[in-house]
């Protein structure tokens, strides 16, 4: 089993910035790709970015791709989400996920943080 832990979320005005934090811990031998995923209620879960925590390589979505920037520390399981120049249509629940291949789709990953909570303000 592997356990993920979000930190970072909180509330900051448009066109401020937030660093999340995703830490695996448990049986994270498999666990070779990280993802950032968000969810308003209502909504189905976006995918954001991902990373592969064996190669460094990256793959982000194109609606953020020039604003968050996804990275990685694979000796501490740990992938980074840093947030910049945040609106208010970036306002969700922020989830980390892993699983054996960097992707896309929330189907491909095998585990999931509990969420944390980006508020951006008008």
């Known amino acids: 089993q592997v356990h993920l832990v979000e930190s970072g979320g909180g509330l900051v005005h448009a066109g401020g910035s937030l660093r999340l934090s995703c830490t695996a811990s448990?049986?994270?031998?498999?666990?070779?790709?990280m993802g950032w995923f968000r969810q308003v209620p209502g909504e189905e879960r976006e995918f954001v970015a991902a990373?592969?925590?064996?190669?460094?390589?990256?793959y982000s979505s194109h609606s953020v791709q020039d604003r968050f920037t996804i990275s990685g520390d694979n000796a501490k399981n740990t992938a980074f989400l840093q947030m910049n120049s945040l609106t208010p249509e970036d306002t969700a629940t922020y989830y980390c996920?892993?699983?054996?291949?960097?992707?896309?789709?929330?189907?491909?990953?095998?585990?999931w943080g509990q969420g944390t909570q980006v508020t951006v303000s008008s």
């Open positions: 990373i592969s925590l064996v190669n460094g390589g990256t």
């Open positions: 448990g049986r994270t031998s498999s666990s070779v790709a």
């Open positions: 996920a892993s699983g054996p291949v960097v992707a896309g789709v929330p189907d491909k990953y095998e585990h």
